[in-house]
């Protein structure tokens, strides 16, 4: 039986600092297809547009011309507030630095999610209550994020981009500040949603050890699609990374994780991903209904057990909530 097709993408390009002298072309004429239930890795070094291709496919940005399609939707002309719902809905995210709420515990931080969709907190929390057990970090539910390791913190990560049962997960850079040890644990996550649960996982990389993990492999450089491997489901089970690694990345000019040389877009790229970064961390730590912190620190230890929801309730864009986030920072400035 044929695949369904999870995401398409048509002539998109993505430009920084258009018009100026600065301008960067980040990503160039990007035409690719992602079936239901792979795994895909966009692989390739530093600067060469993989984490911008995988925000403009998630759409969390958006691109300077082309179409994405993402379960049959055109999310490029979306609304943000559209874009906001149908992310909610359909995508979920796992971020390199976790980005968890340091003043929530552990299952409030996953049960977070379903708060802005109305979910009582006794459904949001059985919800939560069986991906940690799921993950075996229940033991860790009533902890704050600052008590776990990195391999743990990364895991409750996970556990709340599944909590509204999203069919799609996007993963930049996930074990990229863990351990060889708690890396093969998170990974090993994702290949079990992925092959039980039927996931499509959609995993950033430069580390050509992972590459076993996929069914479908997509190698960037300089902001261009440069080739694509695809493998079936038994053919990844008997694959090692080390098959993979040499015919095609040792064949791309440049590919290399141990790179020096950065050049205008990997600078570019390296501005934008700490703007992703800084807006994600204000994000998280200032989700807001109404005007309303779902989430303000006590004592350490004291934690507010119910954000506050007001009816009805709102759909926010991430700049509304950043501008919320502002306008409060100056107020008690």
């Not at 980005?99 to 299952?107: G, R, S």
């Not at 919800?127 to 970090?137: C, E, P, S, V």
């Not at 709340?160 to 999203?166: F, T, V």
């Not at 929801?309 to 919320?324: D, N, S």
């Amino acid at each position: 039986m044929e695949k369904e097709i999870a995401i398409k993408t048509e002539n998109v390009n993505v430009i920084y600092d258009w018009g100026k002298p600065s301008e960067t072309k980040a990503l160039s004429d990007i035409n690719t297809t992602i079936y239901e239930e792979d795994f895909v890795i966009f692989f390739g070094p530093s600067g060469c547009g993989k984490s911008t291709m995988l925000y403009t496919v998630s759409g969390i940005e958006k691109p300077t011309s082309g179409k994405i399609f993402v379960l049959g939707k055109n999310i490029t002309e979306f609304s943000p507030m559209e874009s906001a719902k149908f992310h909610r809905a359909q995508i979920g995210m796992v971020f390199q630095a976790y980005n968890l709420i340091p003043t929530l515990t552990v299952i409030d931080n996953v049960a977070l999610p379903q708060v802005f969709r109305g979910i009582s907190r006794e459904k949001r929390l059985l919800r939560a209550k069986i991906l940690l057990q799921r993950f075996d970090i229940l033991p860790q539910a009533d902890r704050l994020p600052s008590e776990l390791s990195g391999g743990q913190q990364q895991r409750v990560g996970i556990a709340r981009a599944l909590i509204n049962e999203q069919p799609i997960i996007f993963a930049d850079e996930p074990v990229g500040n863990l351990d060889s040890k708690s890396a093969k644990i998170v990974l090993d996550i994702l290949y079990d949603l992925n092959v039980k649960d039927k996931k499509t996982v959609i995993l950033v990389t430069h580390d050509p050890s992972l590459l076993k993990y996929a069914t479908h492999i997509i190698y960037m450089k300089d902001g261009f699609i440069v080739g694509e491997k695809r493998f079936s489901p038994k053919q990844r089970e008997v694959t090692v990374s080390s098959q993979l690694e040499q015919p095609f990345v040792s064949s791309l000019s440049g590919f290399s994780s141990q790179s020096t040389t950065i050049s205008p877009i990997e600078s570019s790229a390296a501005e934008k991903s700490k703007k992703r970064e800084e807006m994600a961390k204000e994000l998280v730590e200032t989700m807001q209904i109404d005007g309303t912190e779902t989430a303000r620190a006590v004592e350490p230890k004291i934690i507010q057990t119910e954000p506050k929801i007001t009816a009805p309730q709102k759909e926010l864009t991430i700049g509304e909530l950043i501008k919320g986030n502002r306008e409060q920072e100056q107020i008690k400035k």
